[in-house]
């Protein structure tokens, strides 16, 4: 039975979502503020979260950016009432999975749970660490260290370095990456790939301008060599 933790702050909306979520045949566990969010997100281990954003003692972007600082990619819905695109491109970026802007019908956070859990399950064998040259790569926190110096790295920089570590010596498309560190097409062009390598680049090679690791394969993507 796949567990679910809703962290949310509105009892009617937390008895909504646990009634039908456990009718689904779900397994649920509730939060009703971001700091017990993330001692039960350590403690259930969820399959899933679905996450609101407004919500006490921690919000629902410092829930999100937090669980990913400490290495957990268990997949995260937000459900937000914020309708602007800078609100949902910033909890993307911070690592949600997807989003949900309220008023919403219960139909569809159900299907984008069973959606997001598809392709969850679908994912191979994720890389925790990895080495070249003078980078180590630790993907579960999500740094770097080059040369002695320890660097942060975003959700999608280490996503994306991931992935393509993953198929190293191998072009990997923008739209592939757009698709499997996305995980769907919210934006409209690829520019967003290019601007996250700009800043990847600039972490983990010695002379970002002329990279020797992550390099442009023009007219297809980019490719990772060791």
């Known amino acids: 039975m ?23 045949g779900y397994a649920v566990v509730t939060a009703r503020d971001g700091v017990e969010g993330i001692q039960l997100a350590q403690k259930e281990l969820p399959d899933l979260i679905v996450l609101d954003l407004m919500l006490p003692k921690k919000d629902g972007y410092d829930v999100c950016k937090e ?17 602007q695109e800078v609100d949902k491109v910033l909890g993307l970026e911070l690592g949600a999975d997807d ?5 919403f019908s219960i139909r569809e956070v159900l299907a984008r749970i069973k959606a997001v859990l598809r392709r969850k399950g679908s994912r191979p ?9 003078n980078v180590r790569v630790d993907f579960r926190k999500s740094f770097v260290v080059r040369n002695g110096e320890t660097i942060e790295l975003s959700h999608y920089e280490n996503e ?16 592939r990456l757009l698709d499997e560190v996305w995980g769907y097409d919210l934006f409209p062009t690829t520019r967003t ?13 010695d002379d ?4 020797t ?8 993507g980019y490719k990772f060599v060791d």
């Open 99 to 103: 989003y949900v802007t309220k008023p």
């Open 2 to 24: 796949e567990k679910i933790l809703v962290i949310e702050d509105e009892p009617d909306m937390v008895m909504g979502l646990k009634d039908n979520l456990e009718y689904e």
């Open 125 to 133: 064998q994720k890389l925790e660490s990895y080495s070249f040259g």
């Open 193 to 205: 790939i290019d601007n996250h390598i700009v800043k990847l680049r600039q972490k983990i090679e």
């Open 160 to 175: 994306i370095l991931r992935l393509l570590i993953a198929n190293k010596d191998e072009p990997v498309s923008r739209n």
């Open 208 to 211: 970002p301008k002329n990279p």
């Open 67 to 83: 669980l990913r600082a400490k290495g957990m990619d268990t997949p995260i819905i937000m459900l937000t009432a914020k309708g």
């Open 213 to 220: 690791h992550v390099i442009t394969v023009h007219g297809i």
